[in-house]
C-alpha cells in the first residue's frame, strides 16, 4: 500500500506541465482542463468547509490510485449538525452527479442553496448556485429529468426540480414536509438539526416511481413518496419502521431493493419495495462493530462503513435477498470512517476517513474482498461526501 499526500497548487503546476493540464487560480480556486485526448476518470470530494465550501478534484488513474486536480469554490457555505464530528452533515448523498455525469450537485448547509457545477473529466464549472427549497440541505438525488433535495433543518423536507435545458429549476408546489419531531422534544428549532435525529439521505428508486428518506432516530422510519408524472410527488409519504433503530443511509441492489444501515444495532437490513411504497422486510444482519453508517455497492456486494470502529464490513446477499456479513477489514484504521464511492467498473472502492482527514483506496476482488492500493492523507477534515465517474 502506497501512502502519499495530496499535491498543492503550487507543485500542482509542476506536475500539471507535464501531464498536459492547465492549472489557473480563479477566486482562490484551483482548475484543471485535460489536453491530452480523453478525460482521465475523476473523483470529487465535497470539503462542507463553513467559511466557503469547495468541490476538491482528483484525476483517477487506471490502477485505482488518485491524484490531486483542481479546487472549485460552489459559492455557498457548509454547516455542522449538533453533535456531528467525522461527517459534518452526518448525511450521504451531499453530493451527486446527475445527467450521465455531466452534471455535479453539491449541497450547500450553510446558506441553504444547492450549486450545480458542469463536468469535464476533473474540471467543473460553476453554473447555478439555487435555494434548497428548506434549511439546512444535506442530500442530494437525481434520476432521469428530476432532482430531489433533503432539507434536514426544521421539520425536514424534500423538495424536486426539474432540468430546464441545461438550468436546474424547482418545480411549482413540489416542497413535502417530514413533519420531525423538534430535538429535545418542544425546546428545538431542529435547525441546524441534531446528527441523530435530522433525517440522512434521499434517493429515488432504480425505476423512478418512489422517492425514499431515512428519518434516523427522530422517527427511526423510511418515507417513501410516490412519484407521479412531470415529478409531483404525492401528498404524503407511505411510512415504514425501520427494523432496528436510527436508519441512515441505503443503496439499491440488482432487483431494486433497498440495502440499508441502521446505526442503532450497527446492522444492515435489506427490504423490497411495494406497489403502494411500503417496505417488507428480507432480512437484516449486524456486524459486530460500531456505528455502521454509510454504505455503497457494486456486483452484489455492499461495503459499510463503520464510524466509531474506524473500519470497513462486506456484506453480500442470500438468493431471497437476505445481507450477510461476508467480512469485516481492518484498515482503514482511521477515526471517523464515513461515505464510500465505487468506481463505474466495479473495480475500486474509496472510503473517507473524515475524522482522519484521508481517502484510502482499495481494489475490489473476488468475493468482495479489498486490498488497500493507497491511503491519500491532508483531505480537509470533516469533509464530507463523495461522487466519482
Known sequence: MKLRHPLRLASALVLATALGITVSASSGAAQSTWHGGEPHAALFVETDATSGNSVLSYWRSSDGTISFAGSYKTGGNGAVAAGASADPLASQDGLTLANNGADLLAVNAGTNTISVFSVSGTHLQLLQQIPSGGEFPDSIAASGRLVSVLNAGGAGSVAEFQWLGTQLVPIAGQVRSLNLPPYPLATSTNNPPDFHHGAG??????????????????????????????????????????????????????????????AGASAVTTYRVNNDGSLTELGTVDDNEAALCWISGANGYFFGSNAGSGNVSVFTETSSGAPVLASTTPTPAHAGTTDSVVSPDGHFLYVESGGAGTIDAYAIGSGGTLTPIETVFNIPLASEGLAIS
Open 201 to 262: 439521505q434521499v434517493s429515488y428508486t432504480p425505476n423512478g416511481r418512489f422517492l425514499i428518506v431515512t428519518t434516523k432516530a427522530s422517527t427511526n422510519s423510511y418515507d417513501v413518496f410516490a412519484v407521479g408524472p412531470n415529478g409531483a410527488l404525492a401528498a404524503t409519504p407511505k411510512v415504514t419502521a425501520s427494523v432496528n433503530a436510527l436508519p441512515f443511509s441505503f443503496v439499491f441492489d440488482a432487483a431494486g431493493n433497498v440495502v440499508a444501515t441502521e
